[in-house]
């Protein structure tokens, strides 16, 4: 006979923030709750009332010791707590003899399967918040708290639940330790995020029914939060497969927070550049410039979504002055509107275009709408006669096919610089550069007389390899590591080293750990990053050693 | 009997999520500033929903794209249907962070 309860068990899931973790399963939640003796209708209406009024405030002091983005998620949950319209049809309940626990659970039912029933996985997502008011209301008129009794999870536990809410992720002490393992939850739920900021390994869409997850309180069990896999009573092969790769998880992170802030150099002491991509001025703000050599690329298209397709020069030189200020002096790339393709913006880009990734795009549209490209031209031009002297304020040109083009671009901005030094209005020419992701301009960069390159990997690959971005279907094709890339790659960078000119990386393969030794290998020096990436980046550049053949 | 001030507009969800949990939230604090009936809509003839409710604005689920309309009623009618529609096209002042 074997022992049932010694049989390991492989519980597959999808991770929803990575991380490992080894303890005993937690099944909640449990614990009954005291029986209830309802009253009148007045009297049941006035203690909904009452817990409805006591969670709000409890509520608001979970806020005040939470971080910006717990007390944001907080903040919905006491908005409806404070709506009348969400306790209204359990009120009416009330009227009809119904129990103030029964009107209310059934009245937010009827709340969360609307958000249940969404397309949506954010709003559906949102059904949490709303039983997380359920429950803790629910609680309060039972007279207890709500919250979970301390001391009745172990330190170190791994919570196995359908879901779980916010207000208790929020109520337990994450420094002793554990993880969360969901049946149901989603990666874009708000615990999810919860948990990826405080690094707490979490797991959802567990594939194990009710009854099946209902046995298993308090078995030993090992979660590898990466791969989405729950392990209960792991045997011994299990457990030390667990504790492998948990310790090469852990000494990654430590090795790659180590680099967050020391300047990129690989192994055999060779400076790589490693600078932000940033897609709107808000991304900066919690961020420390000094993990960076600068900005690669200022996505600069959040400016025409959000004013219409339309923003004013000074709208736009005050977003400009921002971001110059936030870099301090190290250098910026901005691009000029790169809008169609993927990116349409009403009023701006052409409709129905039948491949719009092949249409009027990036500087095909700029030129085509030369008002729009002319002012944002001097706005650029404008805003970086606010950089420190000697700052390097660039200018990067995005979808170029043809020289031709860029001739013609550069004959626009210099009759711009010239409209301004005319008006006496304070200007700055920043440098022109484009970038490299039509294969046409790849392939014939000895023909571009530009000051700088950036290669976009994303769409050079896509339009390489004939693979769309959109298709998951061929994304197998769209490996930014293909020999047709990575030759290009190496061309365009000799180009650059022997015109004593920069060329940089901006798509998302610099932002891939993986991938960095084979772009450095290529003969890139410079890479353009999302701020996330950064230190898993340097970390990949300081174990290159480019004095040693590649594979 | 005075007449009640009336004021109508509209203006495109741009942020990334939509209408969802904090800009929502934003959205009907910002209603609740005006002593006017301040209400939205999908389509310009309605159906309209109170935008100072945070449970009606979310049954709502507008997403991104989605043009809302707006009208409100009383004395700050004009300034509730601007500040509407300014807190939209600012994007509700977020990263795009939900």
């Keep these: ?551 | 009997m005075t007449q009640a001030m009336q004021a109508q507009g509209s203006a495109v969800l741009v942020n990334e999520v939509g209408l969802h949990a904090r800009p929502s939230v934003k959205f009907t604090q910002l209603a609740k500033r005006f002593a006017a009936r301040v209400e939205f809509a999908f389509a310009a003839g309605g159906p309209w929903i109170d935008a100072k409710s945070p449970v009606k604005v979310m049954r709502a689920k507008a997403p991104r794209g989605t043009t809302l309309h707006f009208r409100a009623e009383g004395p700050d009618a004009a300034a509730a249907v601007a500040a509407m529609e300014d807190l939209v096209n600012r994007r509700f002042d977020e990263g795009e962070a939900p």
């Excluded at chain 1, 769309?468 to 590591?481: E, I, K, Q």
Aim: hydrophobic share 50%.
């Design chain 1, 1 to 551: 006979m074997t022992d049932r309860r010694s049989a390991e068990r492989r519980i597959a899931g999808r991770p929803a923030s990575p991380g490992y973790a080894a303890g005993a399963l937690y099944v909640g939640p449990i614990g009954a709750r005291a029986e209830r003796t309802a009253g009148d209708p007045a009297a049941e209406r006035a203690a909904l009332q009452a817990a409805i009024e006591a969670a709000a405030e409890a509520l608001r002091d979970l806020a005040q010791g939470a971080g910006v983005q717990a007390a944001g998620i907080l903040e919905l949950q006491v908005a409806f707590l404070e709506d009348e319209v969400l306790a209204e049809p359990a009120y009416a309940a009330i009227e009809q003899g119904v129990p103030a626990q029964q009107a209310w659970a059934a009245a937010l039912d009827v709340e969360i399967a609307g958000y249940e029933a969404s397309e949506d996985e954010y709003f559906r997502a949102r059904a949490a918040d709303l039983h997380d008011i359920r429950e803790r209301v629910l609680g309060l008129l039972h007279g207890g708290g709500g919250a979970e009794p301390a001391g009745a999870v172990p330190a170190g536990a791994i919570w196995l639940a359908p879901d779980i809410t916010p207000s208790r992720f929020l109520a337990f002490d994450w420094a002793r330790g554990g993880a969360i393992a969901l049946t149901g939850g989603s990666p874009t739920s708000h615990v999810a995020m919860l948990a990826r900021a405080r690094g707490v390994p979490m797991v959802v869409g567990l594939q194990a029914t009710a009854g099946e997850t209902g046995g298993l309180h308090l078995a030993p069990a090992v979660l590898d939060a990466r791969s989405g896999e729950l392990v209960v009573h792991p045997g011994a092969a299990a457990r030390a497969n667990f504790e492998q790769a948990a310790r090469s998880y852990a000494e990654s992170a430590g090795r790659a927070a180590a680099h967050l802030h020391a300047a990129a150099c690989t192994a055999d002491g060779t400076r790589i550049r490693v600078l932000l991509n940033v897609a709107e001025p808000a991304d900066l703000e919690t961020l420390d410039p000094s993990i960076c050599d600068g900005i690669g690329l200022v996505r600069t298209e959040f400016l025409f979504e959000r004013h219409g397709g339309q923003p004013d020069e000074a709208t736009q030189v005050a977003c400009y002055e921002r971001i110059l200020e936030w870099a301090a002096g190290r250098p910026v790339t901005f691009r000029t509107l790169d809008a169609g393709g993927d990116k349409p913006i009403p009023g701006l880009t052409i409709d129905g275009e039948s491949n719009p990734f092949l249409g009027v795009r990036g500087l095909r549209l700029s030129l085509l709408r030369p008002g729009v490209f002319r002012r944002q031209l001097r706005a650029l031009a404008r805003a970086a006669a606010s950089a420190p002297a000697g700052a390097e304020v660039k200018l990067m040109l995005p979808m170029v096919t043809l020289a031709a083009e860029l001739t013609h671009a550069r004959a626009i901005l210099d009759d711009e610089i010239a409209g301004l030094a005319a008006a006496a209005i304070a200007h700055r020419r920043p440098a022109l550069g484009i970038m490299v992701e039509v294969p046409a301009a790849a392939l014939a960069i000895d023909t571009f007389d530009a000051e700088f390159l950036s290669i976009g990997s994303n769409d050079l690959v896509q339009y390489l390899a004939a693979a769309g971005r959109d298709n998951a279907a061929v994304a197998g094709l769209a490996d930014p590591l293909q020999p047709a890339v990575l030759r290009v790659l190496a061309q365009v960078c000799r180009h650059a080293a022997a015109s004593g000119i920069e060329a940089s990386l901006c798509g998302d393969a610099a932002g891939d750990p993986r991938a960095v030794p084979a772009l450095l290998h290529a003969g890139l020096r410079v890479l353009s990053v999302a701020a996330p990436a950064v230190a898993q980046v340097k970390a990949a550049i300081a174990a290159v050693d480019l004095g040693r053949a590649h594979d």
